[in-house]
Nanobody, 123 residues
Framework: VQLQASGGGLVQAGGSLRLSCEAS????????MAWFRQAPGKEREFVAG????????RYADSVKGRFTISRDNAKNTVYLQMNTLKPEDTAVYSC?????????????????WGQGTLVTVSS
């Protein structure tokens, strides 16, 4: 499956952005989908993941209550709505797909990755 992320940009602290990741090539609904991020000088970290049907999701503690992951299987797209953004949310955000049965936070369990989109939050 090929993944194409978009929606990044520059936003002030407290603002919002919505990231999108469109998939092509295989049945989108057969994949667990997730967003990861990597800030400069830091390791990649799990942000949020969503089940195949969209009925279940999982979030990193640092984004709970501020970010929402969703998916539209008819449009082969997963979204990340990011509200109340903080400077520490600045990172390259990448979408990823896994054939695992449940959402996992382990990046090694995701075989397919998009190219990443930069989110910069100014203070």
């Amino acid at each position: 499956v090929q993944l194409q992320a978009s929606g990044g940009g520059l936003v002030q602290a407290g603002g919002s952005l919505r990231l999108s990741c469109e998939a092509s090539g295989r049945t989108f609904s057969s994949f667990i989908m997730a967003w990861f991020r990597q800030a400069p000088g830091k390791e990649r970290e799990f942000v949020a993941g969503i089940s195949r049907t969209g009925g279940g999701s999982r979030y990193a503690d640092s984004v709970k209550g501020r970010f929402t992951i969703s998916r539209d299987n008819a449009k082969n797209t997963v979204y990340l709505q990011m509200n109340t953004l903080k400077p520490e949310d600045t990172a390259v955000y990448s979408c990823a797909a896994s054939t695992r049965l449940v959402v996992t936070t382990n990046a090694n369990e995701y075989a397919y990755w998009g190219q990443g989109t930069l989110v910069t939050v100014s203070s």
